[in-house]
Every structure is written in structure tokens, then in C-alpha cells.
């Protein structure tokens, strides 16, 4: 009897600890968000024209979208700039609301985040110098080639299980854009790869040395990503999305950043 008692003693306590230990990790409501006053969106800023600093101001056509969501909640957007393989972690752990960088809505992370409908489609682009001997994405194969360290582009390039066309002889992996850009230029690797806006706004700054191949490497589209099972903030980023979208606002924002050179 002493031995039933300890055991339902013991069942008790064990069922009151379910739902504690999942509280911790509990994923915010629209309501918690609200309730803390700030919209906490992670990127990583060396993107432009996505996101990029200006002075120590972080700005750019996510910032613009994370703005709005955070004004329709009726919280005040926080930006935290980090290493773009760490968002979606700061996701996982709670440490952000949102993700908005410039981020491709693929298969493999959809099984650790939520994503918004697209809001941009993008591309892998490829950069070379301009006496290059590299004309098109099949031109790579056997190549050094540089990407941003856990983005597409570097999926793509690293080709693990082998799935891809190209098979490129190297694939060096930098935290900027603008690194990987330096090493083209003097020579340490044949070709850069890098989403398609962010490489023009590359190529701009160095058009005497550096060109954007017009053949892509890969299609993609761009989405914010938010802790899996958030659906009434993805309903709310959605409507803010549709909105933006209908009323032509976010072109006008795209067109404000690609035009300002
Ligand atoms: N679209 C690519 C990806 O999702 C690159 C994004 C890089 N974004 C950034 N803010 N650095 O992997």
C-alpha cells in the first residue's frame, strides 16, 4: 500500500512537471509579444540591400518590413545583428521573434522553423572577374568558389549528397559577402556566389574589376522565418505581407534601394 502511495506520489509529481519543462520552452503568442513591448528581429547585416549598416544604424528592405509588422503589433522593432548560421537558432532559443535576412524558404529549414509567405524572389548568382574564363554556371565545375557561410549558396556549392549539376574542386566559406569579394580580387578563388541583389550591389562597388554573370545558379524565394508553431504571428506577418504587396509598397521599397546607387 506504503508502495502504491510513493508511486502515485511520484506519478503526481512527474505529470506537474510536463507541462513546466514545456513552458519553458513555450513559443510566444502575438499576446507575449505585445505584452513585452519590442518585436525582436535577428539578422545578419552584410547584405545589402536586404539589410547593411548605415553609420551604426541597421537599414535596408527588411527593416522596412519588419517596421511595419512591428507598428501593426504596436511594439517597437529591436534589431539584433548576428553570424547569419546562428539565426535560426536565436529562433529555437527564444532569444528572437522573427528572422528577416534576406532568408530562402527551403525544405530543410522548414523542419526547424515557420516561415511567412515569400516576399521576394531571388537567385544564386554568380560573380567573376571580368577577364574570367567563367560564362556560365557550368563553367564552375572544378572551381574555387566562395559563398556566405550557411546560406543556399553554400548548400548548394558544398552539394554533399551529390544531388547538384556542378561539382566545384573548392568551396571557401566567409561570414561577408564583401570577403569573399576580396579574395576574388586578389586571386585566391575563381568565382563568388551570393544572391542575386546583394551581388549587384557587390559588382557596383567594383565594376573596374568584377562582373555578375547574367545565368543564375538556383531560384529561390525569400520569407520570415518565426519559431515552429507560431501561427497567429505567421497570420499577422502574412496579412502585413499582403497588404505591403497589394497597395505596391513593396516594390516601392525594392525600387528605393536598388535605384539609390
Ligand atoms: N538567401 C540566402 C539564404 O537564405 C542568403 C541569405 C543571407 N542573408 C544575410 N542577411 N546575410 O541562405
Known amino acids: 500500500m506504503k508502495k502504491m502511495k510513493k508511486l502515485v506520489a511520484f506519478l503526481l509529481v512527474a505529470a506537474m512537471m510536463v507541462p513546466m519543462a514545456a513552458c519553458g520552452n513555450k513559443v510566444k503568442s502575438v499576446g507575449d509579444i505585445q505584452k513585452s513591448g519590442k518585436l525582436v528581429m535577428a539578422t545578419n547585416a552584410e547584405f545589402e540591400p536586404f539589410e547593411f549598416k548605415d553609420g551604426d544604424a541597421v537599414v535596408g528592405i527588411d527593416v522596412e518590413i519588419s517596421q511595419k509588422i512591428a507598428d501593426r503589433l504596436g511594439v517597437e522593432l529591436e534589431i539584433s545583428d548576428i553570424a547569419f548560421d546562428t539565426l535560426i537558432t536565436a529562433l529555437q532559443s527564444g532569444k528572437a521573434d522573427i528572422v528577416a535576412a534576406g532568408m530562402t524558404a527551403d525544405e ?59 561539382e566545384v574542386a573548392e568551396v571557401k566559406r566567409y561570414s561577408k559577402g564583401m570577403e569573399a569579394v576580396s579574395d576574388l580580387i586578389a ?17 557596383e562597388k567594383n565594376a573596374d574589376k568584377i562582373q555578375k554573370l547574367d545565368e543564375a545558379l538556383t ?34 521599397i525594392v525600387s528605393k534601394y536598388i535605384a539609390e546607387e
Open 187 to 203: 586571386g585566391r578563388i575563381d568565382a563568388v556566389v551570393i544572391d542575386d541583389f546583394p551581388a549587384k550591389k557587390l559588382v
Open 108 to 166: 530543410d529549414r522548414r523542419k526547424n522553423v515557420d516561415f511567412s509567405d515569400a516576399y521576394f524572389n531571388a537567385s544564386q548568382a554568380i560573380i567573376v572577374m571580368n577577364d574570367s574564363d567563367i560564362a556560365s554556371r557550368g563553367d564552375l565545375n572544378g572551381k574555387k568558389v566562395g559563398v556566405q557561410l550557411g546560406t543556399t549558396g553554400d548548400k548548394y556549392c558544398t552539394n554533399e549528397d551529390g544531388a547538384n549539376d556542378i
Open 219 to 252: 531560384e529561390e524565394e525569400y520569407a520570415i522565418a518565426m519559431p515552429k508553431g507560431s501561427a497567429d504571428l505567421q497570420k499577422e506577418i502574412n496579412a502585413v505581407i499582403s497588404e505591403m504587396k497589394e497597395s505596391g509598397e513593396l516594390d516601392q
